[in-house]
């Protein structure tokens, strides 16, 4: 089977499991429209992991969440929606363009009560965090610039408790992240991101890679031991 076959297959069966699993509402399918109207990069998750996020959310009994990386606003849905009416989530965006976007499909969703969205370079926003002292996080979704994602691990690893989850998105890069020799500083981020969960003593994690509508891709997850 040809590279295009299976590509092909991969999103016919995520269409598949879509349409079967997933109850992607109005607001939801406006979030990912209304990205590519404006001409957003096409980078919000599919909407079986969007759900997957959903439900390792509630899995957790997660009650607050840390976001890197909101884009339109897309996964901030699942995930707010996933932490329910009493829950907190907090979002990280740099572009002010995306962040007004996303408040928008945010109140359309009718979660805008339970997101902070802020604007500005992450890692200032985790900085201001960190430095505030506030409630630990129970799960961090990283999906933002990969070449800071060492930096988002640090952070994430001073907002979160014993039993919290940390997930990064995108640790596949087209399969360049097994090359150590890579030129690319995204793939560089990643390795060290991955170096610094496989060797942290207050961390368990694990990859996966991934097929679907997205493409070839995978995520790390991690439960944080000790904090
Ligand atoms: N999580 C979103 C979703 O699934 O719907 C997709 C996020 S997209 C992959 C990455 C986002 O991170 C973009 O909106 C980009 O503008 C933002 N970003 C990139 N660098 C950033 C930085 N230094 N600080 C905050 N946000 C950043």
New binding site residues.
């Given amino acids: 089977m040809s590279v295009y076959e299976s590509t092909s297959m991969w999103k016919e069966v995520d269409s598949y499991f879509s349409q079967v699993l997933i109850a992607e509402d109005d607001a939801l399918i406006t979030?990912r429209e209304s990205?590519r109207l404006h001409h957003?990069?096409p980078?919000?998750?599919a909407a079986n992991?969007?759900a997957f996020l959903g439900l390792l959310t509630r899995a957790v009994g997660a009650r607050r969440v840390l976001?890197?990386?909101?884009?339109?606003?897309?996964?901030?849905i699942w995930l707010a929606r996933a932490v329910g009416d009493n829950g907190h989530v907090t979002t990280?965006?740099?572009?002010p363009q995306?962040a007004a976007i996303a408040q928008e499909n945010l109140r359309r969703a009718g979660v805008s009560q339970v997101v902070d969205l802020r604007v500005?370079?992450?890692?200032n926003?985790l900085a201001t965090l960190v430095r505030k002292g506030v409630e630990p996080f129970d799960l961090v979704?990283i999906?933002?610039?990969k070449p800071?994602n060492p930096g988002y691990l640090e952070a994430a690893l001073a907002l979160t408790r014993r039993g919290s989850l940390i997930i990064g998105?995108?640790v596949v890069r087209d399969g360049e992240v097994a090359d150590a020799a890579s030129q690319d500083d995204r793939v560089q981020g990643v390795r060290t991101f991955l170096a610094m969960l496989g060797s942290d003593p207050r961390l368990d994690a694990t990859a996966l890679q991934t097929v679907g509508s997205k493409g070839w891709d995978g995520f790390a997850i991690a439960v944080v031991r000790t904090p």
């Fill in positions: 979030a990205a957003l990069p980078h919000e998750v992991q969007g976001e890197i990386g909101t884009l339109a606003g897309y996964s901030t990280l965006e740099v572009e995306y500005g370079p992450a890692l926003s979704f999906d933002a610039d800071n998105d995108n």
